[in-house]
Nanobody, 125 residues
Framework: QLQLVESGGGLVQPGGSLRLSCAAS????????VGWFRQVPGKEREGISC????????YYADSVRGRFTISRNNAENMIFLQMNSLKPEDTAVYYC??????????????????WGEGTVVTVSS
C-alpha cells in the first residue's frame, strides 16, 4: 500500500519561495502518475501539477504555470514542488497524490488513488 507524506509548508511573504516534498513508502513512485493538488477551505480541491507515468510529461494549471516546478527523484522515492513568486492566493493546504493509471485525466482529484495528509502553505505579509 502506497503511503505519502508531505512536508515543507509554512508561512512565506508574497514573492517568496517554498519547496514542498512528498516522501513515498510501501511502493515505488516511479510506477505511478503523481501530482500536487491544493485546497482552500470551502472550495473544491484543485489540481496544480502532475507528472504522467506514461511518458514523463509535466503539466501545470494556468494559475501556477511559470512559477511552480514539479520534479521527482525515483532513487529517493520522492516528488517535489518548487514554488516561486508566491502570491496570497496560493495560500492553501497542499497535497501530493498518486494514480495507478499511466495516463489518467489530468489534474482531476477523483482520478487519483492515493493521497497524503497535506501541508499548509500561507502566503502573507
Amino acid at each position: 500500500q502506497l503511503q505519502l507524506v508531505e512536508s515543507g509548508g509554512g508561512l512565506v511573504q508574497p514573492g517568496g519561495s517554498l519547496r514542498l516534498s512528498c516522501a513515498a513508502s510501501g511502493a515505488a513512485l516511479a510506477q505511478y502518475t503523481v501530482g500536487w493538488f491544493r485546497q482552500v477551505p470551502g472550495k473544491e480541491r484543485e489540481g496544480i501539477s502532475c507528472i504522467v507515468r506514461k511518458d514523463g510529461s509535466l503539466y501545470y494549471a494556468d494559475s501556477v504555470r511559470g512559477r511552480f516546478t514539479i520534479s521527482r527523484n525515483n532513487a529517493e522515492n520522492m516528488i517535489f514542488l518548487q514554488m516561486n513568486s508566491l502570491k496570497p492566493e496560493d495560500t492553501a493546504v497542499y497535497y501530493c497524490a498518486a494514480s495507478t493509471s499511466s495516463d489518467p485525466p489530468l489534474l482531476i482529484p477523483r482520478f487519483m488513488d492515493y493521497w497524503g495528509e497535506g501541508t499548509v502553505v500561507t502566503v502573507s505579509s
